[in-house]
């Protein structure tokens, strides 16, 4: 979805989350995340850097830091944010004119993909997905909620969601 709407909407820059997680092969720090360690993520955290944030179950932290928003609004683009539920509805609550979209995966296919990927082990897999299934029970709290079943369908909707969320927004400020 990110991939998508970034290449169709050029006036869309990704907010690079901070992350506790330890770094990846083939990621790069401020390209895929800010790769912080526990100490640095908590004096962050004290300053009120972060706009918000997430610890999820299986220990590590992310969240979206506010020099993100300025970087891009610096640069005169609109910010997307990557987000787990809750940072959403926090990001909904105290930024005026945010949009949210729920995108809902079908749990197998969300656990194909997992399994697929390769990266979490079987307890964290089915740690997720027991998540997921949480989730799906708040997701009339979005503006929109989008099934992401067919990768491309799914991806289609959102960037017509979010082209007519942007064509409001600019009707609205003028």
């Known amino acids: 979805m990110v991939e998508?709407?970034?290449t169709r909407l050029p006036q869309l820059r990704l907010a690079v989350s901070a992350t506790t997680r330890p770094r990846r092969p083939k990621e790069a720090d401020g390209v895929h995340?800010?790769?912080?360690?526990?100490?640095?993520?908590?004096?962050?955290?004290a300053a009120h850097d972060f706009l918000e944030y997430h610890q999820f179950p299986w220990g590590q932290r992310s969240g979206t830091l506010l020099s993100e928003l300025e970087r891009i609004a610096?640069?005169?683009?609109?910010?997307l944010l990557e987000l787990e539920l809750e940072g959403s509805l926090a990001v909904k609550q105290r930024v005026p004119g945010a949009v949210t979209i729920f995108v809902d995966a079908p749990l197998d296919e969300l656990e194909r993909r997992l399994r697929a990927r390769a990266t979490?082990?079987?307890?964290?897999?089915?740690?997720?997905?027991?998540?997921?299934?949480d989730q799906r029970q708040r997701a009339a709290?979005?503006?929109?909620?989008?099934?992401?079943?067919?990768?491309?369908?799914?991806?289609?909707?959102?960037v017509a969601i979010v082209e007519r969320e942007l064509a409001a927004a600019t009707m609205a400020h003028r």
């Not at 979490?120 to 299934?133: D, K, T």
């Open 4 to 6: 998508a709407l970034l």
């Open 33 to 45: 995340y800010w790769f912080l360690d526990e100490d640095e993520f908590d004096r962050r955290l």
């Open 74 to 79: 610096q640069e005169g683009h609109v910010p």
């Open 120 to 133: 979490e082990s079987g307890g964290e897999i089915e740690e997720r997905i027991a998540l997921a299934a």
């Open 141 to 158: 709290s979005f503006d929109h909620v989008v099934e992401n079943d067919v990768k491309e369908r799914a991806a289609d909707e959102v």
